[in-house]
């Protein structure tokens, strides 16, 4: 069974940086594509960014110039490093992925407060 696990998140002050890891485990060869989304209190759940194998990486525009995302293939690990932090950006923030077949997996989510 395959599981996703995200390590990462916890309180920072506006304008700092934290870096998100998920780390894929489980019988599984290699995934399409490999990102993040979050979700806000009473709000949905919205894209992040997602990685592509051999494609460019899609950020959300409200993202752009201050998070990257990268992948480690050969052990199926994705990260997010969040710069210059807003407090719009606290979130529970998810680990996605998907295999070439098209089958999604999720992580269990982890928390990112950023302080005013």
């Known amino acids: 069974q395959v599981q996703l696990v995200e390590s990462g998140g916890g309180l920072v002050q506006a304008g700092g940086s934290l870096r998100l890891s998920c780390a894929a485990s489980?019988?599984?060869?290699?995934?399409?594509?490999m990102g993040w989304y979050r979700q806000a209190p009473g709000k949905q759940r919205e894209l992040v960014g997602i990685f592509p194998s051999g494609g460019n990486i899609n950020y959300a525009d409200s993202v752009k110039g201050r998070f990257t995302i990268s992948r480690d293939n050969g052990k199926n690990t994705v990260f997010l490093q969040m710069n210059s932090l807003k407090p719009e950006d606290t979130a529970v923030y998810y680990c996605y992925a998907v295999t070439w077949n098209s089958v999604t997996y999720w992580g269990q989510g982890t928390q990112v407060t950023v302080s005013s």
């Open positions: 489980g019988s599984i060869g290699s995934f399409y594509a």
